[in-house]
Every structure is written in structure tokens, then in C-alpha cells.
């Protein structure tokens, strides 16, 4: 699928609802791309409770943000606890991982500098 056509999957000029736009499914994650260009990546993710991402490390800064539930991000070794509305940056080449504390629905966006 070209980028094109997953930009296309969103109407254009018109609010999204995007707690919405991905759902849970019990004992997984699930992910869905909304945005993939040279530029970054914007992706939406639904886990359900107790799933986690194990330690990795990314070259760019990510920014979590927390659409509904709890999640608990270690970085570096420190963990980071972040509820509905709140937003965590973890930082480009530092370990961390992710651990969804109740069902959680969080948007990650990706910019290369």
C-alpha cells in the first residue's frame, strides 16, 4: 500500500475521532499506520492490559501520547508513568520499553530530524 493510500483511510478537513479509529482485541496489540513519509511516522495503537513492547531503542525522538488508559514506559531504566491526556518524550538512541497498565490507547508520532 503506498503512503497515498493509507493518507487516503482519514478524510481530509474533518475531525477524526481517533480513540475511534483502532480497536482492542483481547491479549494483543494492535496498531494502525496513519501516517508514513520520509519525513516520519505517525501510528496508532491499541493494547490491551498487561501487553508490553520490550526494551529497543529508536534513532529518532518519539512522542507518546495517551489517548485513554495507563501505560508505564521505562527509559533508560527509569520508569514513566503517563494517564489520558498526558504525552511522554523518550528520547532518540535511549532503551526503553512499554508496559500497558490497563487497556490503553495511545497515538506515537516519529519525526527524523
Do not use: C, W
Request: hydrophobic share 50%; net charge negative; glycine share 6%.
Amino acid at each position: 500500500m503506498t503512503n497515498a493510500a493509507r493518507a487516503a483511510e482519514f478524510p481530509k478537513a474533518e475531525a477524526v475521532d481517533l480513540l475511534e479509529a483502532v480497536s482492542y482485541v483481547d491479549g494483543a496489540t494492535v496498531s494502525r499506520v496513519i501516517a508514513k513519509t520520509d519525513a516520519g511516522n505517525l501510528t496508532l495503537f491499541a493494547f490491551d492490559a498487561g501487553q508490553e513492547l520490550s526494551e529497543h531503542s529508536a534513532p529518532y525522538d518519539a512522542f507518546v501520547h495517551v489517548l485513554e488508559g495507563e501505560v508505564t514506559l521505562t527509559i533508560a531504566g527509569k520508569p514513566v508513568r503517563a494517564a489520558a491526556g498526558q504525552m511522554v518524550v523518550m528520547p532518540a538512541n535511549i532503551p526503553h520499553a512499554l508496559n500497558a497498565t490497563s487497556k490503553l490507547k495511545m497515538l506515537l508520532s516519529m519525526f527524523k530530524a
